[in-house]
């Protein structure tokens, strides 16, 4: 048995001590924030998401994004700003945005989508207190040429033995009665799902404390204490902490956790927002994408959660108004029983992306330390692979085989 210490109590933090214990470690967490932290784990879309196989970083995807930088409302803004750590990643961003690129990785996020899903399920089988839903996710578009669009990837998605579905907007009407929509179809992919993401933060908690592990809540990294090829100890605010084994889950902040450690983990926070009605005049059956817009929406008990925008502009604890006017704009065009006035007094929620240059997770351990992890850079897709990124980092810690390869998963493929 080891003592494992994680640092980040976001969900790939919780999910590794909750694989880690149940393989009989001893496991500390160690978070920058207190028990009711509300980083990106708690206020997004909650989505599980097979359909995401995909990576961030596409072909198209920069001519996109710079088109989208004009407008300071579009679905994706980069702040302009003198940053060497920006440009390195804005770089390596465009080369890994080719087809080969996608075409290796995409069956990867495929398998480990699905595995997630698997390893929710039987949570949910112990004790579903997180609301799971298992209904699918629509992706529903306005013109022709998305739907077009839409139909590629769904051949795609076949090929990797994906069930999807074109369905028309009548279709949709059929399937999504109570919510009237301005579209010309969608996407379905019948194996996503949703669930409530700051109530499975809750469950993941209190499922740990039953197994005895340890968390260090307020408690900021410092810096560490090395010896020849391995960590002794991690420095904090509230002094050393010694483990056998160290996993970096610091969501964005985990380049800033391994500085002085000679290492490259280059990522960007891309800040996404969500705005969330208690009480709304329509509410969907299921998950759905506002495709153009890149707007999620989740129904959430009676209420109902829209999400979105990727805004790159450093880690900024500050709202930008426009990135939630977009959101709601969106939301008007595509839903026209719904009205800004439906929003008003909403106050909206941020967090901050780990986004990885190729739109892949860090998940492994170091070739420099014998003992230094990472779990950490899952951009939009941190809630979908908690579960799965837990049981492969058990299995890296307890030194057997990955039951899935997770070579491209490297945290040393910038090094």
């Not at 209904?135 to 769904?154: K, P």
Request: proline share 7%.
């Amino acid at each position: 048995m080891k003592h494992i210490l994680i640092i980040g109590g976001g969900i790939i933090g919780l999910s590794t001590a909750y694989y880690a214990s149940r393989r009989g470690h001893r496991v500390t967490v160690v978070e920058r924030g207190d028990a009711t932290h509300d980083g990106c784990s708690f206020g997004n879309a909650g989505y599980i998401t097979p359909s995401h196989f995909i990576p961030l970083a596409a072909p198209g995807a920069v001519r996109l994004a710079l088109r989208w930088m004009k407008d300071p409302e579009s679905p994706f803004y980069v702040r302009p700003r003198l940053s060497a750590e920006l440009l390195s990643w804005g770089w390596r961003f465009w080369r890994a945005s080719t087809p080969r690129r996608v075409e290796r990785a995409a069956p990867l996020l495929a398998e480990i989508n699905l595995a997630s899903l698997a390893l929710y399920e039987e949570l949910a089988a112990e004790a579903d207190d997180f609301g799971l839903q298992k209904n699918g996710l629509l992706i529903v578009v306005r013109s022709d040429r998305a739907l077009e669009e839409e139909a590629h990837v769904a051949e795609l998605a076949h090929r990797l033995g994906m069930p999807a579905e074109i369905v028309d907007a009548k279709g949709v009407a059929a399937m999504e009665p109570e919510i009237r929509m301005s579209i010309a179809g969608a996407a379905f992919y019948p194996r996503d799902a949703c669930f409530a993401p700051a109530t499975l933060m809750g469950s993941m908690k209190r499922r740990l404390e039953e197994r005895g592990v340890q968390f260090a809540w307020d408690t900021n990294v410092t810096g560490w204490r090395l010896g020849n090829d391995r960590v002794e100890a991690v420095r904090t605010s509230r002094g050393d902490l010694s483990a056998d084994e160290y996993v970096v889950s610091g969501g964005s902040w985990s380049p800033s956790i391994v500085r002085g450690l000679k290492l490259k983990l280059p990522m960007q926070g891309g800040k996404g927002y969500s705005l969330t009605l208690p009480h709304p005049p329509h509410k969907s059956k299921r998950a759905i994408i506002l495709g153009e817009a890149r707007v999620a929406v989740t129904p959430l008990g009676e209420g109902i959660r829209f999400g979105g925008t990727m805004e790159i502009a450093g880690l900024q604890e500050r709202v930008n108004p426009a990135r939630v006017r977009g959101i709601v704009k969106a939301v008007v065009r595509y839903f026209p029983d719904f009205t800004a006035d439906d929003f008003r007094g909403v106050d909206p929620w941020y967090g901050f992306r780990p986004c990885s240059p190729d739109g892949l997770p860090y998940v492994g351990r170091f070739a420099r330390y014998a003992n230094l992890s990472a779990a950490t850079g899952h951009a939009m897709m941190g809630m979908s692979l908690g579960p799965i990124t837990g049981k492969l980092m058990s299995e890296v810690l307890s030194d057997e085989p990955p039951s899935i390869d997770i070579g491209m998963l490297s945290p040393d493929r910038y090094a």
